[in-house]
């Protein structure tokens, strides 16, 4: 049974950082794409960054230059690192994994197959 479980959210002032982790099990594919996406209150849920095994990675406009997501293929770990936040950042973080191969890095999550139950990012003064 694949299981994803993030981790390291919580409640930052604007321009703060946060670095959320994801950690992958039952997952048995040699090759995967990994990725986190978001939903804000009242909005729907849009594709933040994804990345294949190789390391190619893709980033949603808004996140692009303070965002950085990064895998460990061998921990079977994803990370987010999160950098110059604004309260627009604010929301449900999701990991996600799917066999899709490069699908994913167009950020539709119908590419993505198993996905975690979220960790909250809050942002405020």
């Known amino acids: 049974q694949v299981s994803l479980v993030e981790s390291g959210g919580g409640s930052v002032q604007p321009g703060g950082s946060l670095s959320l982790s994801c950690v992958i099990s039952g997952f048995n594919e040699a090759n995967y794409c990994m990725g986190w996406f978001r939903q804000a209150p009242g909005k729907e849920r849009e594709g933040v960054a994804t990345?294949?095994?190789?390391?190619?990675?893709t980033y949603a406009e808004s996140v692009k230059g303070r965002f950085t997501i990064s895998r460990d293929n061998v921990k079977n770990t994803l990370s987010l690192q999160m950098n110059g936040l604004n309260v627009e950042d604010t929301a449900m973080y999701y990991c996600a994994a799917g066999y899709s191969g490069s699908w994913c890095l167009t950020l539709d999550d119908d590419a993505m197959d198993h996905w975690g139950k979220g960790t909250l990012v809050t942002i405020s003064s």
């Open positions: 990345i294949l095994s190789d390391g190619i990675t």
